[in-house]
């Protein structure tokens, strides 16, 4: 496929604009010619100073408590979880290296991964300067300060802006980069590595290597020190994966400090997701007479991205399709700061295991150990700006330095493909405010000047917000499943076709904001904003969906030691439901142990539901070739946002061996279904769709298919030739359903063979198949003021009646004042209460409330629906889940008012949210009177006769309910 790649500097660029020696990354982790380093880390002493009264004098004295460097001071310190403001740090040392022989010109620098926020370093009582910024490296000349022999006293002042009275200390919480340290709290102090190290004055500050694949070289950019007071030799050795050794001699001239140079690189080894080819270059800075002076050693890959006319991804100018997870990169016991290299490693290998070539680090610079990780292991990477609040000059200053500091510390990582100014106009307000978003324009403009061989995404939206310029079509979107599989169906289909309304629009007043607030998908539109680019060929991508699945709470109770401390955070978000403090006492005080025997079997129930969902939408996705790929919120959990495909602690969920086959390259999609439960002699068929991405040549493969509980029902379609990065029509699977003597789940096993019979890919379908009804008992049924009703009834076999006083039953759509006093009177009244204003009399506390625009509508905090299956529903093997089973039977209401005790036997069927919050009744029971009263708000009455699950559902009730015939 022809395309281009976004524009390389050319070796006559001018260099990139260099900011200040606090955005430099030091040579972390390397050590060459006159480098020698003392690693800091490890134990120091802290003290917090809310009053203020500390300085770097008198903090010895002070009441010191051990900490550890690297860590923030709210993960190690329980008493500090929410502390922010000012904080001191203390540590002694010894510099114990030999030193040069005399007259060698070398500093001594001390080197800070990152500090959050702002950092006054002392040595010796001495001030070496200051750093503001929470996420980039900064380095100090230790000058004179440091003694050569004997003990260095080091402090460090540090200030963490969180609240409004530590504006007083001089910033502003609103205006600073801080990402999701406003939904996760606070993170101060040292979080990433400290070493004091001893170079030759002059050093290599800067190697820059940028891929020039179609070029076939590599361009490097290096910057020293100081202008070379000398000629000097600069010698590359470019070591290539497969172990070949290039060497390149150069020459740095006097008075030279910045050298661009150009490496062949012959048919070069491609850095990709399948293999990681990474190249390795040794940078030599020494004498002519051979002398060493510094080196470095920097690895990187040959890889190019950008986009194609046509809206594809192109890695390495072939179609890519992101299957990506959000990834906050916070740690159970480190917040921020990242556990070992080792565990970095099988994280990534985790994420490889699940089908994940993409993580979008959201929202936070990771430390650099992160992205090497990402570098070896071939995932590509998709990293944000943290964000802000108010878009102040302040806040503006900020935000440029923090960009150009990321771009050039991570410049050389070819995992990073793709770079976001803005997330969900968090601290703009691109809807309204045209000043934002020319201010954004000018964010990405810069951002492309700096670096030219990335994707940028300006403003990374989701409703009520959008684009302005952009080198991706993102959007975020959320819904319930499988409650609102249809929105998100309506929905992908809508922003496959490039709607007007993923850029921004101009402000046409109140009234029009409040229809868009409405209608928000809808295709008509307003003028476009004068400040908006759009080419109308990005590629489109969902880079933001989900569901929750709540993690094993005795697992994390061993990582924990107890209850995980965050458990009593969250419950200012979604009208309490991410609260998990007395998950357990809610679990059983709802009697859900009567649906789930342990909270272990809850949880993993909620999980299968998160895979099922995840499925869902993912195959909705494929099925459109517009779309090129997506980001699943959210690779792990992080503490009460149980949306991740793993826990916080990395733990896998229960999905973790099998969601790998929906993020296939190749992926076999089931496509166009309507319902997946069928009763026997039904005819079922499935559409089959391949999306085909990955690098394998699939002519004449075929596509096999069979039931796991009916293994003679199978098929095969032979001799697909799928196009590449195209979806390709399959076929339509097509059976009888057989007969079944009990209900069943049964999967619709698919595999993708080659040519020679090898599997490529694998999925499967989910379908349940139930008996043939058979005749029900002699009930007569009176269904008042509901034609359609009592004739579906009648269809069914049910003796319909309109003598209510001959009625066993009486099933009505309203409930009202004359139906409540059938039922006080001795009668049995079951109510469909589908809709709230089906409710016209008093029934005490009991009532009927919408779930829309109230937590139980569950799209982003997820609901989870479940079925008590002791006396009712006991034909349906969901497992006591709502799931896909139940498509377009969900209700869109709810029974509130019952309390706790209705739960152990008058609830049948009830609905939670989060962490097993705002619970209510779907179906419900009670006594009125001398009579009694069911309400179900599930939606049965279109879909009576023809699906299985809503027949059943009503038949059980009616059976439960009817008052029996003599006899019967």
């Not at 102040?392 to 995992?415: F, L, Q, Y």
Request: aromatic share 10%; charged share 25%.
């Amino acid at each position: 496929m022809r395309g281009y790649v976004f524009g390389m500097p050319s070796i006559s660029d001018p260099p990139l604009p260099v900011p200040t020696d606090a955005f430099h990354a030091p040579a972390l982790r390397q050590s060459g010619g006159m480098r020698h380093r003392l690693s800091l880390d490890g134990e120091w002493q802290f003290a917090p100073d809310p009053g203020r009264r500390l300085d770097w004098s008198t903090i010895a004295e002070a009441a010191l408590r051990p900490i550890q460097v690297p860590g923030p001071w709210q993960a190690q310190c329980s008493d500090l979880r929410d502390y922010t403001g000012l904080a001191w740090y203390r540590r002694t040392f010894r510099w114990d290296e030999p030193e040069p022989p005399a007259g060698t010109d070398v500093v001594h620098l001390l080197c800070f991964g990152a500090v959050d926020y702002f950092a006054t370093v002392w040595l010796n009582g001495i001030l070496l300067g200051e750093h503001e910024g929470g996420y980039l490296p900064f380095e100090l000349p230790a000058g004179s300060a440091l003694r050569l022999d004997g003990d260095n006293e080091l402090v460090v002042r540090v200030i963490d802006p969180g609240s409004d009275a530590d504006s007083e200390l001089g910033f502003a919480f609103a205006e600073i980069p801080h990402g999701k340290q406003s939904w996760y709290g606070p993170v101060g102090g040292i979080w990433q590595s400290v070493f004091l190290e001893r170079r030759s004055a002059d050093y290599l500050k800067a190697v820059r290597i940028t891929p020039d694949v179609p070029g076939e070289r590599a361009l490097i950019h290096i910057e020293s020190s100081r202008p070379a007071s000398r000629a000097l030799n600069l010698d590359l050795t470019l070591t290539a994966p497969g172990g070949e050794v290039l060497r390149v001699g150069h020459r740095i001239e006097p008075g030279e400090q910045v050298a661009a140079r150009s490496v062949s690189i012959p048919a070069p080894e491609l850095w990709d997701t399948d293999n990681p080819r990474l190249y390795a270059l040794e940078t030599v800075l020494s004498e002519e007479s051979g002398t060493p002076v510094d080196q470095r050693n920097d690895r990187f890959g040959m890889r190019s991205i950008g986009a194609s006319p046509d809206g594809f991804l192109l890695l390495n100018g072939r179609p890519v399709y992101l299957r990506g997870a959000l990834d906050q990169d916070y740690y159970a016991h480190g917040l921020y700061t990242s556990f070992s290299d080792a565990e970095l490693d099988q994280q990534f290998a985790r994420a490889k295991h699940m089908g994940l070539n993409c993580l979008r680090t959201h929202i936070k610079i990771a430390d650099p150990r992160y992205y090497d990780a990402a570098d070896r292991a071939g995932v590509l990477i998709w990293t944000e700006l943290p964000n802000w609040q108010e878009l102040t000059e302040n806040a503006k200053r900020r935000a440029h330095d923090t960009m150009v500091g990321m771009v050039v510390r991570d410049w050389n990582h070819p995992s990073i493909v793709i770079w976001t100014i803005v997330n969900e106009n968090w601290g703009t307000d691109l809807a309204v405010n045209a000043l934002h978003r020319a201010w954004l324009v000018s964010m990405y403009t810069d951002l492309k000047r700096l670096d030219p061989s990335r994707l940028v995404v300006g403003n990374s939206p989701c409703f009520t917000n959008f684009h302005v310029v952009t080198d991706i079509e993102d959007f975020h979107n959320y819904y319930a499943m499988p409650d609102h599989h249809r929105q998100w169906k309506d929905w992908v289909q809508a922003f496959a076709a490039r709607p007007a309304w993923t850029f921004a629009r101009e402000y046409a007043g109140i009234e029009r904001w409040r229809e868009y607030l409405r209608d928000p998908w809808s295709a008509s539109a307003t003028p476009t904003a004068p400040e908006v680019q759009r080419r109308g060929n990005e590629p489109i991508v969902v880079s933001e969906f989900g569901n929750w699945g709540l993690p094993d709470i005795a697992r994390l109770r061993d990582a924990y030691g107890g209850e995980p401390w965050w458990f009593e955070t969250g419950i200012e978000w979604g009208e309490g439901v991410t609260y998990p403090h007395a998950v357990e006492r809610r679990y059983r005080g709802y009697h859900l142990d009567k649906v789930f025997p342990s909270l272990s079997d809850l949880t993993t129930a909620s999980q299968r539901m998160q895979y099922a969902a995840l499925k869902f939408q993912i195959e909705q996705m494929r099925r459109h070739p517009s779309i090129v790929g997506y980001v699943i919120t959210e690779f792990t959990d992080v503490h009460w946002e149980a949306n991740g495909l793993l826990d916080i602690c990395r733990n896998p969920k229960a999905y973790y061996d099998v969601i790998g086959q929906v993020n296939s390259a190749d992926a076999i999609v089931p496509m166009d279904w309507e319902r997946i439960a069928f009763w026997e002699g039904e005819r079922c068929e499935v559409r089959l769709g391949l999306s085909h991405f990955s690098a394998l040549d699939l002519r004449d493969c075929r596509i096999e298919w069979f039931l796991d509980l009916h293994p003679d029902l199978r098929g095969t379609f032979e001799n697909l030739g799928p196009n590449r990065a195209h979806l390709t029509t399959v076929g339509t699977v097509a059976f009888t359903v057989p007969a079944v003597p009990d209900a069943a789940r049964v999967r619709l096993e698919l595999r993708l063979r080659a040519a020679d019979g090898r599997e490529l890919s694998r999925n499967h379908h989910e379908l349940y198949f139930f008996p043939r009804r058979t005749a029900p008992p002699p009930i007569r049924i009176h269904a008042p003021q509901a034609p359609r009703l009592s004739a579906r009834l009648g269809d069914l076999g049910y003796e319909m009646t309109d003598d209510d006083a001959s009625a066993d039953l009486v099933v009505a759509e309203t409930l009202t004042d004359a139906w409540r006093s059938y039922a006080q009177n001795g009668g049995r009244v079951l109510w469909l209460a589908e809709r709230p204003e089906s409710y016209q009399t008093h029934l005490g506390s009991w009532g009927v409330a919408a779930r829309e625009g109230r937590s139980w509508q569950g799209d982003w905090a997820s609901s989870m629906s479940w079925l008590r299956q002791h006396q009712l529903f006991k034909g349906i093997p969901t497992g006591g889940t709502v799931d896909f089973a139940f498509a377009d039977l969900t209700p869109d209401a709810v029974l509130v008012g019952l309390s706790p005790r209705d739960f152990a036997s008058r609830v049948h069927a009830g609905l939670f949210v989060g962490w097993v919050h705002h619970v209510v009744a779907l179906v419900a029971e009670r006594p009125v009177d001398r009579g009694h009263l069911m309400a179900c708000t599930f939606r049965l009455r279109e879909h009576l006769g023809q699906h299985p699950v809503a027949t059943i559902v009503m038949d059980d009730m009616i059976r439960h309910m009817a008052r029996r015939p003599e006899g019967a």
